[in-house]
């Protein structure tokens, strides 16, 4: 074939960059936001961080009717409003308000960092070093510690342990076994316990010889464990002899102990929530607003603003292309803040009685709802929702919380599955220990309420509520 010159038009979305900086930033959450801004800040000479908040600057809720015919979905249709030349002459957003000090107070203290926590491991040591033995036991103790596992717990077996160590160091099994007994009467109790039940009598025969019900306990623990586990009181009463009473000490006793002596040495990182919304009552309806301290509040340096505005050749260009990033970064910020407080309006008007009456009010709820009625894509929704939080009477709800699938009741409407778990949570508060109700009784007894669930679907919310089954919830 001859080759040929052809012209085809075709349409390809490209996204630009201001674009994907809006989509990125709306999937953020609140903490994350803040990390990425103060990122950005120390490439950008042209933003500053501010503490001077001004309400009527700007205002996400005003504009949030805009800002809803502004925002298009971003798998096909064009986004007016982020999709701007970087070259039209944007507003300054002097007074933006949109961290908390002020980076040019010379008279700030930077905050003290806190002291590292102290180990497991190292606490063990600090023992071992001010106890009455040997140089060669303090080793193989040592050895012992540095193969626990977090929760305090021995893992691996003395002989497979020995076989690793070094032959030079001409250790027996009988070595380990006494080094262990040491360990195991270290603090905290129960440490180097190589299974629960050794763990748990470790830690009571720790309590002084007079303890009352001590040597019951300890007989149940290292021969009925299983048994008190199974809730087959009859048959343990029958084997210690006692009444009810008696047995409830036992139990007690027992349930008090701590099967993770460990843990308490475990350092986690906490990871703070800060509320996006704050929902209040107003006028007798819940309104949503947005939680000004969680805002990020940037401005345009003047310093740096005003050395573009010399037009100096050398400087101008880079500059205005920093210029241009701020502004499209503060615009952005204010249009997640807009999308955020128009979604949240949409759940708070649809959630009203859930707000009124808690759990058990929850109505179903899924994100084309909420999308079709403020004109964003179900993706949009489901970026805003993801990881931002709202604030209430009732407590702090991360806005995925009020989405949820429907159980059809007999009268043809609907109920969430949230209120679904609520109403089996009351059940079961309510229910008598001594006969808690089946899966299958709580499943007559909703139907007798008018919400048909299957009962594998009450074992299954039951689950997920991580409560028991009724023989497990039986006492005495």
């Known amino acids: 074939m001859k080759p040929t010159l052809q012209l085809k038009l075709t349409q390809q979305l490209n996204l630009t960059p201001q674009l994907q900086q809006s989509i990125r ?12 801004i103060e990122r950005i800040i120390q490439e950008n000479p042209l933003l500053e961080i501010y503490d001077q908040w001004d309400p009527k600057s700007h205002d996400p809720q005003k504009n949030s009717d805009s800002a809803q015919n502004n925002e298009k979905d971003v798998t096909g249709q064009e986004n007016e409003a982020l999709q701007m030349e970087t070259g039209e002459n944007l507003e300054w957003y002097q007074d933006s308000g949109f961290s908390t000090y002020d980076s040019h107070d010379d008279e700030y203290d930077m905050p003290q960092l806190a002291a ?17 033995t040997t140089d060669k036991e303090k080793k193989i103790i040592s050895l012992l510690i540095d193969s626990l596992d977090d929760d305090g717990y021995l893992t691996q077996d003395l002989e497979e342990l020995l076989e690793i160590l070094p032959k030079e160091l001409e250790l027996k099994i009988e070595d380990l076994q006494r080094a262990l007994v040491i360990l195991q009467h270290l603090d905290p109790p129960g440490i180097g316990a190589r299974n629960l039940q050794e763990c748990l009598v470790l830690q009571l025969q720790a309590l002084p010889v007079d303890t009352p019900h001590r040597e019951r306990a300890i007989k149940v623990v290292t021969q009925y464990l299983d048994v008190l586990a199974s809730h087959e009181y009859t048959a343990i009463k029958r084997i210690l002899k006692c009444d009810d009473h008696g047995l409830r000490a036992v139990q007690k006793l027992i349930v008090n102990l701590n099967p993770r002596p460990g843990s308490a040495f475990n350092s986690t990182k906490t990871r703070y929530v800060i509320p996006d919304i704050i929902v209040s ?3 007798g309806t819940w ?3 947005l939680n000004q301290d969680a805002l990020p509040r940037l401005n345009i340096n003047q310093f740096y603003a005003n050395i573009l505005k010399q037009k100096n050749v050398e400087t101008t260009e880079e500059l205005s292309h920093q210029l241009n990033e701020a502004k499209w970064l503060i615009k952005n910020l204010h249009q997640r803040a807009s999308t955020i407080l128009s979604v949240s309006n949409a759940i708070v008007e649809r959630q009203q009685q859930f707000f009124e009456h808690g759990e058990v009010a ?7 709802e909420i999308a079709e009625t403020i004109g964003l894509h179900e993706s ?14 009732r407590g702090i709800f991360e ?14 409407g609907a109920c969430s599955a949230t209120a679904i778990r609520a109403l089996i949570k009351q059940l079961i508060q309510k229910e008598n220990s ?3 109700l089946s899966d299958s009784k709580i499943a007559g007894i909703l139907e007798e309420q008018g919400i048909v669930v299957a009962r594998r679907t009450i074992a299954k919310y039951r689950e997920l509520l991580q409560i028991p089954p009724a023989n497990l919830r039986k006492t005495l």
């Open 362 to 368: 929850m109505r179903p709820l899924v994100l084309r």
């Open 116 to 132: 590292e926590p102290l180990n497991l491991r190292t606490y063990l040591n600090q023992q071992i070093s001010l106890s009455q």
């Open 399 to 412: 806005l995925k919380y009020f989405f949820g699938s429907h159980v059809t009741t007999d009268t043809g």
């Open 287 to 289: 309104k949503a607003r």
């Open 434 to 436: 001594k006969k808690p």
């Open 25 to 36: 930033l709306l999937q953020l959450s609140s903490v994350d936001l803040n990390q990425e």
């Open 281 to 283: 009552k107003i006028n």
């Open 380 to 393: 949009t929704v489901s970026r805003v929702t993801t990881q931002k939080y709202m604030h209430t009477p």
